[in-house]
């Protein structure tokens, strides 16, 4: 063929591109597929419409439909015409001081308002590695949680405030981050006693780990509650905070402990040879050969891990600790907003996919992160 | 030999001094924890032993399927209901939670856009609410449905209200038992010709309609002995009388909350497994499978699910040992379970907080470890054997 009959490609059909062939290719690809499209649709239609018709349209949020403030339950319009009314939103907006810190002082409430600010400031440089001066801020991460505790708790001349009157999200953070800060390590030194050439030592270790994994974290709540009472010498109580931290906290160690060691079974015996060739001790070899790399590639389980330690602080409230769930379970209890579960439960649910989902996605992008560190360190 | 040698230079004797030192703390912390707790529990007058299990518990239990309970019975029958209940809720959780695993585990491999991104929105709301959260929604949510009077009428016999779902109790009559004779006998046969069926298959490449035999011994052959006896079955219905329905039996709503959380929840997180199982699966296998000109439905059964399962069983196993021990969970909406009824209502009846907690755990370890047992059994007939 010559080249003066040479033709331009022409055009790929119109069916084929652009917005109607992304939607011929991606929803109605086969008779099929056309069906399932059609169904999901109408289902979500089903499910979709009447609930943002309740939780938005219908809603109401600080203001009834006849435009009277909201301050109970007897506002709300559903309990005044269930026919027109959907969700009553008030009970959020009138108990948000509880649900925030619970029954903090008001007056004292400025310290809690520093504690949550300074929280950024100490996780941020964790999870951002290129985070400004990191290394400086790493060390304010470190003695953060002392200040933490000397201004919720009170000392050097704040006014003491009992754990009893802390509560909702206040509650839900503090046993969340200090459960994680203190399982890590915890994890650390179990998976490496697990591991360990001691044959007593990694005995020991084993058990425990195998324990907790196998009994569920209530009944080490309950054990806490009810059992460690008993353990303590006269005289010596523990505050009800402390004792579910410590339940949460050997709970989630023993699990930290596995992920760990999955990390650390990764590690190709070379590394300790080589190491130990060099002349390090059993110490140095872990803290600056073994553990750096192990920890690096078991980042992404160990949020996964702290996800599941997050969700689950909300046990406590069934040995009468009121976290963020029950600061809820008690707003509901009393007369004046009795009914309104659904949508102080939903708020709820919100608040906590707030934070698992960030840490999910924030997971997923370290580990797409650390694939291609891995294989830019292969080529 | 140096003259200055030095023990601790030497890694035997280190060795020996660090485990000889762990051993002996350890028995000074049981030494101590013990003299403690003895003088804690004399000073509080609580009773120690395990006689307290054959004295009567007081209190009821609404939801006992299996065991019939009375109030005088003791706490060790307590004990039982838990157990039983906690199976149940497992068991059932377990089931429903693999079979929505695999179908949304699949559903979001889809290449149908709308419906794969559908799945993923329900998988991250599961996976990121907390489960006790989810139990107590659901339940609230049980709860809203209309009271016995108003009770709605699903088909005849079975009511939804917010006292549970009421539906007609079996009631079995003498020749029963050989209809259920039959059928376990239909099914031991089924895998006996599956089995069968396959090695002839192996030997002359002929198929025998294994599906369809199975069926018939199964469902058909029990369903005709059962018509033959003259139908040794009747159904007692739930009538409503006064404030209440008599007879027929009910499904509480603390179990329907339980299962449907349990089963949602957990069921996200097997479609994960799932689906990276699926994944795991090299691209090759199914464009070779699809090369020999096989069915995508077959591609699916004969060649991917059965190389992913090797992926997806040791997952699955801790989903369901995390679902075993999540039931406990049942206590936030009152499904009493083991860790409600005689770790919870037994315990501070007794006040005998060690020996009831000693039993629960214990009772968690045991059934975890025979779940690990079984799955692990089943891991090992399905992994790859090397020829």
Same mark, same amino acid.
């Given at each position: 063929?010559?080249?003066?009959?040479?033709?331009?490609?022409?055009?790929? &059909?119109?069916?084929?591109?652009?917005?109607?062939?992304?939607?011929?290719?991606?929803?109605?690809?086969?008779?099929?597929?056309?069906?399932?499209?059609?169904?999901?649709?109408?289902?979500?239609?089903?499910?979709?419409?009447?609930?943002?018709?309740?939780? $938005?349209?219908?809603?109401?949020?600080?203001?009834?439909?006849?435009?009277?403030?909201?301050?109970?339950?007897?506002?709300?319009?559903?309990?005044?015409?269930?026919?027109?009314?959907?969700?009553?939103?008030?009970?959020?907006?009138?108990?948000?001081?509880?649900?925030?810190?619970?029954?903090?002082?008001?007056?004292?409430?400025?310290?809690?308002?520093?504690?949550?600010?300074?929280?950024?400031?100490?996780?941020?440089?964790?999870?951002?590695?290129?985070?400004?001066?990191?290394?400086?801020?790493?060390?304010?991460?470190?003695?953060?949680?002392?200040?933490?505790?000397?201004? !919720?708790?009170?000392?050097?001349?704040?006014?003491?405030?009992?754990?009893?009157?802390?509560?909702?999200?206040?509650?839900?953070?503090?046993?969340?981050?200090?459960?994680?800060?203190?399982?890590?390590?915890?994890?650390?030194?179990?998976?490496?006693?697990?591991?360990?050439?001691?044959?007593?030592?990694?005995?020991?270790?084993?058990?425990?780990?195998?324990?907790?994994?196998?009994?569920?974290?209530?009944?080490?709540?309950?054990?806490?509650?009810?059992?460690?009472?008993?353990?303590?010498?006269?005289?010596?109580? !523990?505050?009800?905070?402390?004792? %579910?931290?410590?339940?949460?906290?050997?709970?989630?160690?023993?699990?930290?402990?596995?992920?760990? @060691?999955?990390?650390?079974?990764?590690?190709?015996?070379?590394?300790?040879?080589?190491?130990?060739?060099?002349?390090?001790?059993?110490?140095?070899?872990?803290?600056?050969?073994?553990?750096?790399?192990?920890?690096?590639?078991?980042?992404?389980?160990?949020?996964?891990?702290?996800?599941?330690?997050?969700?689950?602080?909300?046990?406590?409230?069934?040995?009468?600790?009121?976290?963020?769930?029950?600061?809820?379970?008690?707003?509901?209890?009393?007369?004046?907003?009795?009914?309104?579960?659904?949508?102080?439960?939903?708020?709820?649910?919100?608040?906590?996919?707030?934070?698992?989902?960030?840490?999910?996605?924030?997971?997923?992008?370290?580990?797409?992160?650390?694939?291609?560190?891995?294989?830019?360190?292969?080529? | 030999?140096?003259?200055?040698?030095?023990?601790?230079?030497?890694?035997?004797? @280190?060795?020996?001094?660090?485990?000889?030192?762990?051993?002996?703390?350890?028995?000074?912390?049981?030494?101590?924890?013990?003299?403690?707790?003895?003088?804690?529990?004399?000073?509080?007058?609580?009773?120690?032993?395990?006689?307290?299990?054959?004295?009567?518990?007081?209190?009821?239990?609404?939801?006992?399927?299996? !065991?019939?309970?009375?109030?005088?019975?003791?706490?060790?029958?307590?004990?039982?209901?838990?157990?039983?209940?906690?199976?149940?809720?497992?068991?059932?959780? %377990?089931?429903?939670?693999?079979?929505?695993?695999?179908?949304?585990?699949?559903?979001?491999?889809?290449?149908?856009?709308?419906?794969?991104?559908?799945?993923?929105?329900?998988?991250?709301?599961?996976?990121?609410?907390?489960? $006790?959260?989810?139990?107590?929604?659901?339940?609230?949510?049980?709860?809203?449905?209309?009271?016995?009077?108003?009770?709605?009428?699903?088909?005849? /016999?079975?009511? =939804?209200?917010?006292?549970?779902?009421?539906?007609?109790?079996?009631?079995?009559?003498?020749?029963?038992?050989?209809?259920?004779?039959?059928?376990?006998?239909?099914?031991?046969?089924?895998?006996?010709?599956?089995?069968?069926?396959?090695? @002839?298959?192996?030997?002359?490449?002929?198929?025998?309609?294994?599906?369809?035999?199975?069926?018939?011994?199964?469902?058909?052959?029990?369903?005709?002995?059962?018509?033959?006896?003259?139908? &040794?079955?009747?159904?007692?219905?739930?009538?409503?009388?006064?404030?209440?329905?008599?007879?027929?039996?009910?499904?509480?709503?603390?179990?329907?909350?339980?299962?449907?959380?349990?089963?949602?929840?957990?069921?996200?997180?097997?479609?994960?497994?799932?689906?990276? /199982?699926?994944?795991?699966?090299?691209?090759?296998?199914?464009?070779?499978?699809?090369?020999?000109?096989?069915?995508?439905?077959? =591609?699916?059964?004969?060649?991917?699910?059965?190389?992913?399962?090797?992926?997806?069983?040791?997952?699955?196993?801790?989903?369901?040992?995390?679902?075993?021990?999540?039931?406990?969970?049942?206590?936030?909406?009152?499904?009493?379970?083991?860790?409600?009824?005689?770790?919870?209502?037994?315990?501070?009846?007794?006040?005998?907080?060690?020996? %009831?907690?000693?039993?629960?755990?214990?009772?968690?370890? %045991? =059934?975890?470890?025979?779940?690990?047992?079984?799955?692990?059994?089943?891991?090992?007939?399905?992994?790859?054997?090397?020829?």
């Amino acid at each position: 063929m010559s080249s003066e009959n040479f033709q331009q490609s022409r055009t790929p &059909p119109i069916a084929t591109t652009g917005l109607l062939g992304w939607i011929r290719l991606n929803l109605f690809s086969s008779w099929f597929n056309s069906i399932l499209t059609i169904l999901v649709i109408y289902l979500l239609y089903q499910i979709l419409v009447p609930f943002l018709n309740w939780s $938005i349209f219908a809603a109401d949020f600080t203001h009834n439909y006849l435009g009277q403030q909201i301050i109970d339950r007897t506002f709300c319009t559903r309990v005044m015409d269930p026919e027109i009314g959907g969700a009553c939103w008030a009970i959020i907006f009138v108990r948000f001081y509880q649900f925030i810190y619970g029954f903090y002082p008001v007056e004292e409430v400025w310290r809690v308002n520093i504690v949550y600010s300074l929280l950024v400031i100490a996780v941020a440089p964790l999870l951002i590695e290129k985070f400004p001066l990191r290394k400086y801020f790493l060390y304010f991460t470190l003695i953060f949680p002392i200040i933490a505790y000397f201004l !919720l708790a009170g000392g050097f001349g704040l006014a003491h405030v009992s754990t009893k009157d802390w509560g909702g999200l206040l509650v839900t953070l503090v046993l969340g981050f200090t459960g994680i800060a203190l399982a890590f390590p915890l994890g650390i030194v179990l998976a490496l006693g697990r591991r360990s050439n001691l044959p007593v030592i990694s005995m020991v270790c084993t058990l425990f780990i195998e324990f907790i994994r196998g009994v569920p974290l209530i009944t080490l709540l309950f054990f806490g509650m009810v059992m460690l009472p008993l353990f303590l010498p006269e005289g010596i109580t !523990l505050d009800g905070l402390v004792r %579910c931290l410590i339940a949460v906290t050997l709970f989630q160690g023993a699990y930290m402990a596995e992920v760990i @060691r999955g990390g650390l079974q990764a590690i190709p015996q070379g590394q300790y040879e080589a190491a130990q060739s060099v002349g390090l001790s059993y110490w140095q070899m872990n803290r600056k050969i073994i553990l750096p790399q192990a920890i690096r590639i078991t980042i992404p389980s160990i949020v996964n891990t702290s996800i599941g330690l997050f969700k689950d602080t909300t046990l406590v409230l069934i040995v009468g600790q009121l976290d963020l769930l029950g600061i809820g379970r008690a707003v509901l209890a009393a007369q004046t907003w009795m009914g309104l579960s659904i949508e102080v439960y939903v708020f709820v649910a919100v608040v906590f996919i707030i934070f698992t989902f960030s840490m999910s996605r924030y997971s997923l992008y370290l580990e797409k992160k650390l694939k291609t560190g891995i294989n830019m360190g292969a080529d | 030999m140096r003259s200055n040698f030095n023990f601790f230079s030497d890694q035997k004797f @280190r060795s020996l001094f660090y485990q000889v030192l762990v051993v002996g703390l350890f028995a000074l912390g049981i030494y101590y924890l013990t003299i403690t707790t003895a003088y804690n529990l004399e000073k509080r007058n609580i009773a120690t032993g395990w006689s307290f299990l054959n004295n009567p518990a007081g209190f009821d239990i609404s939801f006992s399927p299996f !065991l019939d309970f009375k109030s005088t019975d003791t706490h060790l029958k307590v004990y039982y209901v838990g157990v039983l209940n906690t199976l149940l809720v497992s068991f059932t959780g %377990c089931i429903a939670a693999t079979f929505l695993g695999f179908i949304v585990g699949i559903i979001r491999l889809s290449n149908n856009w709308l419906l794969s991104r559908t799945a993923y929105v329900y998988v991250e709301f599961c996976r990121n609410v907390p489960l $006790i959260l989810q139990i107590i929604l659901w339940y609230s949510i049980l709860l809203l449905m209309p009271r016995i009077k108003q009770a709605i009428e699903l088909v005849n /016999g079975f009511f =939804i209200t917010n006292r549970g779902l009421y539906s007609p109790r079996p009631i079995y009559e003498s020749g029963f038992s050989i209809v259920f004779f039959v059928f376990i006998v239909g099914i031991i046969a089924s895998i006996w010709i599956s089995k069968w069926a396959k090695k @002839r298959q192996e030997r002359t490449g002929q198929r025998y309609p294994v599906l369809w035999t199975s069926l018939g011994l199964i469902i058909l052959l029990p369903l005709i002995i059962f018509f033959l006896l003259g139908s &040794p079955m009747t159904f007692e219905y739930p009538v409503l009388k006064g404030f209440n329905f008599k007879g027929g039996m009910v499904i509480r709503p603390e179990f329907i909350a339980m299962f449907l959380a349990l089963s949602i929840y957990t069921g996200a997180f097997i479609s994960e497994t799932v689906r990276s /199982g699926i994944l795991s699966v090299t691209k090759g296998q199914r464009e070779a499978s699809a090369a020999l000109g096989l069915k995508p439905t077959w =591609i699916m059964r004969l060649i991917i699910i059965p190389q992913a399962l090797r992926v997806i069983i040791p997952p699955l196993t801790s989903q369901y040992l995390n679902l075993t021990k999540n039931s406990s969970l049942g206590i936030a909406v009152g499904y009493a379970d083991l860790v409600h009824g005689f770790g919870g209502i037994s315990l501070n009846q007794t006040g005998q907080a060690i020996e %009831c907690m000693v039993i629960t755990m214990a009772t968690y370890l %045991c =059934i975890s470890l025979i779940i690990s047992f079984f799955m692990n059994i089943y891991n090992r007939s399905i992994q790859f054997k090397e020829k």
